[in-house]
């Protein structure tokens, strides 16, 4: 039997139900990475009634776009920089929380190579990041041998002088080739050679449980009335309603379905079409969440279970693993960007997503049933993202580590799926379904 608190399920649908929108997205510079001294900041507001996204360093502001959106490109001195990029609404005042992104400025007058790094072994698809200060340039491109991975104006047109990209390579060594290019085709300045391993996942493997784990198993075939949902969102909250967020309820049903499944019975989530949105409202999402009660002594968890969508109408697929322990929340929310592929951690304290290096399958084929499987631990005060494999691939690294924050729930553990709806296709959104089977769960 599932055991859900009260209390625990009222903040906890809250707080996630306000995750996936209630955000700033910040897409470049890379944090804690070396770049050129031309730095293109990009990122994307999903805080309601953004009017414009500023960035500042101390009293200066570098810049300012109205909308929802900022690409803009500044020239910072050699050395470690510490931006402050905000969402302002109409009355200039900030929205929700802002982001402090550090990164460190090299002046070689060259290509610089932000990753991957000499001599890495590098997780599959490999990162490429690089940045080229040689007058002149048009493109970057990446070579290895008479293989063209890519060039830099088909992964950022706007910026052709900067390239941040991932590809997909064979195991085993690897020495790509990267110049810059100019409008004649001709390589400017000298090439860089970048020698790597490819192991296909980095290397990695799934932990696997102990015999004394504690095993949850087919989570799917739980009653439909211990799949709870009082709030849908993002930050339309639990009734009456909180008013820091203000998005619509969304239109939904779940309940257990024969087909498609894989088991017999699938659970399925449905979002029907969304309320039309009038100015200033926020996107709404659902939340389905699932508690295993409490589980005090257990600190690492694996989670495997199957997905399928009906169609390609979602912005995100939001899956979260939470454990509440002696007044301390332990939240490893995760969310598949599904146009970008680009895989996110969540951080508690700065109520933002954290890009975690790993990737998931862009443009997730509808009709068909994908395989998930993650894994983290708590250590210390610290959620730890350890590792995420997606449709039996490579499995890759999660490299992010994130705090935890003083909670007055109920301890508990337990699992979460998060439906978000897409107005950039129309207002009102267009619906879709996640079906789930075979979900299964171990802590220990």
Known sequence: MTIFFKATLVGLSLLLSCQAFAQLIINSPLRNQSTCASVNVVATSKYPGTSNI??????????????????????????????????VDSSDQPLGVTATWTFNVVDTGGLVVATPG????????????????????????????SIKYGVSTKSNPNNPDQLNASYLMTTGLHNIVIEAVNSSDE???????????????????????????VYIHNVQDEPV??????????????????QNCGAPYGNYTWGP?????????????????????????GWPSVLFANSFGAQDSTSNFLEDFYFYLTNTNSE????????????HKYMAGT????????????????????????????????????HLRRSWARVGSTVVYQYVQF????????NLTEPSVGSNWSDSVGIQFQLDYNYELGNPAPGYSEYIDKVNAWMW
Request: hydrophobic share 30%.
């Open 257 to 281: 379905i024969s087909t498609p499944s894989l088991s017999g019975t699938a659970m399925s989530f449905n979002l029907a079409t969304g309320p039309l949105l009038e100015t200033g409202q």
């Open 335 to 370: 969310q598949c960007i599904y146009d970008t592929g680009e895989y996110d951690g969540w951080n508690e304290v700065l109520g933002q997503w954290q890009n975690s290096g790993a990737t998931c399958p862009t443009q997730l084929a509808p009709n068909t049933w994908h």
């Open 391 to 398: 449709d039996d691939g490579p499995v890759q690294a999660m």
């Open 54 to 87: 500023q960035v500042w360093e101390g009293p200066h502001k570098w810049g300012v776009q109205d909308g929802t959106s900022i690409n803009q490109t500044y020239t910072f001195t050699p050395g470690s920089h510490t931006i402050v990029i905000e969402a």
């Open 225 to 242: 009335s211990e799949w709870k949902t009082p709030c849908s969102g993002p930050c339309s909250g639990c009734p009456p309603a909180n």
């Open 118 to 145: 000499d001599g890495v072994n590098a997780d599959n698809p490999v990162q490429v990041v690089v940045c080229s200060e040689y007058p002149g340039t048009v493109n970057i491109q990446v070579w290895e041998g």
């Open 316 to 327: 995100a697929l939001e899956w979260d693993f939470w454990q509440v322990i002696d007044g």
């Open 187 to 213: 390589v400017i300045g000298k090439r860089t050679i970048v020698p790597f391993n490819v192991s296909g996942g980095g290397g990695y493997t799934m932990p696997t449980p102990p015999p004394t784990a």
